[in-house]
């Protein structure tokens, strides 16, 4: 057996190579793991970015629009004649008269407690004069002492009133110059009002976090068990300009909603957008907010008229919408066509038939005629509403045949001229009749239901 080789002691081993393979790994991983969370998954906030970017640039393009169409001559007369009222403010008439008001008002709080104590003291004096009368013994000197009360309840209240005209007086000059220092400070105010307020704007959106913007719309749906549940809604995340008028000519998705008066009724903030334009309301990267990535996903986002076609998911039983024309379109050429009458639509299970009843078309037609109209509708009337069902010859004459037996007159004989009427099967009829429907819109035979549903007759 060859000699085994004898163990390297650990402290004297070397696993630098390895060391630095697995660190490369681990920092290049590291590297990976950063750049996909910051810029990979999380494209909205290059979105917001850009967004506060934008807006700041039109706000500061517009305060410099709104300072240019500023009067600067006006301002300036204003700004002197400020200047000038408010020196006035530091005149010796107006600091005496200040001080005096104050003096006064001091005096007047004397006084007025003076004058509340003498009525209490005037209101027990009384009541021990009044008692010792009713007692029989009436007291002279407290009758004396409520007269003296008395007439200090007068002094007091006669040095109230000289007091309160005093600093009337005072009030008078001070508002002098007040009152125009006020004025001009409001007319300055006025003028750059829309400035100060555009300011205030640029200070907010420079502050403008980082954040993503969520609606939670609680007990909005249903799982695929009936459970109801929650819809979450970020799309204000990327789209941050939807409701702002200076954002009306920006990209997308900083762009303002073409229809703000939709969203007076229907506010972003508490509604959210997948209500309308559907999609994936948790996504943060364009492709899955859209579903066009998600190939799994069964309500894509809608664009241009597309999304009135969610209007019904709400107002199922209105017709008509004011500010959603095609809707209103649809919804008229729903009713229009009768397509309730073969489909089960929401909130038009209650209209009538458009079509008459067909109990009595001996009294009315021929049956050669009833043949032809059958077997092709649009070629007697291109604007029919009735469709065409690639019937047969056979068919045709066996649904005639039925209708005619539904009139009770089943006595006639023709010759079968081309395209028309030679006989038929009335039991292949019916069955024709309620197989491709044709009850969908008329009333056949004893079929009181539907008869009674419509409730109006056609002629």
């Given at each position: 057996m060859p000699e085994l080789k004898t163990e390297i002691p650990v402290e004297q081993r070397n696993y630098s190579k390895l060391y630095l393979v697995f660190s490369s790994i681990l920092f290049l991983g590291t590297i990976w793991a950063v750049w996909d969370e910051v810029k990979v998954r999380r494209p909205w906030k290059e979105y917001q970015d850009e967004y506060r970017t934008l807006l700041l640039q039109k706000l500061d393009s517009l305060k410099q629009v709104t300072l240019a169409e500023i009067d600067s001559a006006h301002m300036r007369e204003l700004q002197e004649q400020l200047a000038k009222a408010q020196a006035g403010m530091k005149s010796e008439e107006y600091k005496k008269a200040v001080e005096e008001k104050e003096q006064f008002l001091r005096d007047l709080d004397i006084a007025t407690r003076e004058w509340r104590f003498a009525r209490s003291?005037?209101?027990?004096?009384?009541?021990?004069?009044?008692?010792?009368?009713?007692?029989?013994?009436?007291?002279?000197?407290?009758?004396?002492?409520v007269a003296k009360h008395d007439a200090d309840i007068a002094k007091y209240a006669k040095e109230m009133e000289s007091l309160n005209e005093q600093i009337a007086a005072r009030d008078t000059i001070i508002n002098k110059y007040r009152d125009e220092v006020m004025k001009l400070q409001a007319e300055l105010n006025s003028i750059v009002a829309q400035v100060n307020a555009l300011d205030l704007k640029i200070e907010r959106a420079r502050k403008m976090p980082i954040a993503v913007k969520q609606v939670m719309l609680n007990d909005f749906e249903f799982t695929p068990f009936q459970e109801v549940k929650a819809r979450i809604d970020r799309c204000q995340t990327c789209h941050g300009g939807w409701g702002d008028a200076l954002m009306e000519d920006a990209p997308q998705p900083h762009t303002k909603h073409p229809l703000p008066e939709l969203l007076a009724k229907h506010n972003p903030e508490s509604f959210g957008c997948t209500p309308c334009h559907r999609g994936q309301g948790p996504a943060l990267t364009a492709g899955f907010a859209h579903g066009d990535e998600d190939h799994y996903w069964e309500t894509p986002i809608l664009r241009g008229v597309d999304v009135y076609?969610?209007?019904?998911?709400?107002?199922?039983?209105e017709s008509v919408l004011k500010h959603a024309p095609p809707f209103t379109r649809a919804k008229q050429l729903v009713i229009d066509s009768g397509c309730n009458a073969c489909h089960n639509i929401k909130g038009f299970e209650d209209l009538p038939k458009i079509g008459p009843p067909l109990n009595t078309l001996n009294a009315k037609v021929q049956p050669d005629w009833l043949y032809r109209w059958v077997k092709e509708p649009k070629e007697y009337n291109?604007?029919?509403?009735?469709?065409?069902?690639?019937?047969?010859?056979?068919?045709?004459?066996?649904?005639?045949?039925?209708?005619?037996?539904?009139?009770?007159?089943?006595?006639?004989?023709?010759?079968?001229?081309?395209?028309?009427?030679?006989?038929?099967?009335?039991?292949?009829?019916?069955?024709l009749v309620e197989t491709i429907g044709c009850t969908a819109c008329?009333?056949?035979?004893?079929?009181?239901?539907v008869r009674k549903a419509r409730g109006t007759t056609y002629d």
């Open positions: 003291r005037s209101d027990a004096a009384y009541y021990q004069y009044q008692k010792s009368k009713i007692e029989g013994k009436e007291d002279e000197k407290l009758r004396q002492e076609a969610t209007c019904n998911s709400c107002h199922w039983n291109p604007h029919t509403r009735m469709p065409s069902f690639k019937l047969t010859d056979e068919e045709a004459e066996a649904i005639t045949a039925f209708l005619v037996n539904v009139g009770k007159s089943a006595d006639f004989q023709f010759a079968r001229p081309r395209g028309s009427y030679a006989g038929g099967n009335p039991t292949t009829g019916k069955r008329h009333v056949v035979g004893n079929d009181e239901t």
